[in-house]
């Protein structure tokens, strides 16, 4: 599928950096401009296959739970499959890069289907998952993709749209594109200071170890997890929270510490 992107020449604009001129070329959603590539670009979905993915804590993708259309990755709804008390598959499939990455920019699209919840998992340690839930469920920082108009999850703050899942609601700016259209994600993590951007503007920013942080963190469902967030070199997920959704342009930049 051919789409118009607008590219930032400014290799720092998520860091607060002021933007370069910018350029609209037609590419690929999956496809790295020159200028992105010189910037230290790296595609982590070719549009074609599920290369450089696998299922957390299994040695392959879980194929009955994602697939490859029409030029982005489907998470495929699971239906009436058990469910545990906190609404995710009690037999999940979370997809996990091969990869992992301590400090980074990533940008990625969006959509969902009517009443659906997904995300996008970052700093996500396997073992840890793993030893802390057996579903196969990714702990991680989480960069919530939701059908805010439907979904249930809309009646917290920070469970909607682009929040930092079950801890920072997103701010006043974000603008969330209708369900069925696609949304523009940004996940930036360098060093403890993280930050969410949707559709251009930038709606969450943390810094872990501060007062405001640790508060936020003893009153989440992370609490009792010991070592949930610890910075490491981690896997970026895409959740399997049962229903349908969309992923594409899926692209990363490592960040000097």
Do not use: C
């Not at 879980?62 to 995710?88: C, E, L």
């Not at 943390?206 to 609490?223: E, I, N």
Request: hydrophobic residues 40%; positive net charge.
């Amino acid at each position: 599928m051919t789409v118009v992107r607008t590219i930032a020449l400014a290799a720092g604009l998520a860091l607060g950096a002021a933007p370069a001129r910018a350029q609209t070329k037609l590419v690929s959603a999956n496809e790295l401009t020159g200028a992105e590539r010189a910037g230290g670009w790296r595609m982590l979905f070719d549009g074609k296959s599920l290369a450089g993915w696998r299922g957390l804590g299994y040695d392959s993708v879980p194929t009955a739970h994602w697939k490859v259309v029409d030029g982005s990755i489907m998470k495929v709804a699971s239906g009436t499959v058990p469910r545990m008390p906190d609404g995710q598959p009690a037999s999940g499939g979370d997809l996990m890069t091969v990869d992992t990455f301590r400090d980074f920019e990533l940008v990625f699209e969006w959509k969902v289907v009517p009443g659906s919840n997904s995300g996008v998992k970052y700093n996500v340690s396997e073992k840890l998952s793993l030893q802390a839930s057996k579903n196969h469920a990714a702990l991680g920082f989480e960069y919530q993709v939701l059908d805010d108009s439907l979904n249930d999850d809309n009646k917290v703050p920070s469970h909607r749209a682009g929040a930092l899942y079950d801890l920072v609601p997103p701010n006043d700016e974000k603008r969330l594109a209708p369900v069925g259209q696609w949304n523009r994600g940004r996940i930036l993590l360098r060093g403890n200071h993280g930050e969410h951007w949707l559709n251009g503007r930038k709606i969450v920013s943390y810094d872990l170890g501060t007062p405001r942080m640790d508060a936020l963190l003893a009153a989440s469902k992370y609490r009792a997890v010991a070592g949930f967030a610890d910075r490491r070199a981690g896997h970026i997920i895409l959740q399997d929270h049962g229903d349908a959704a969309y992923y594409r342009g899926i692209r990363i930049r490592e960040l000097k510490p």
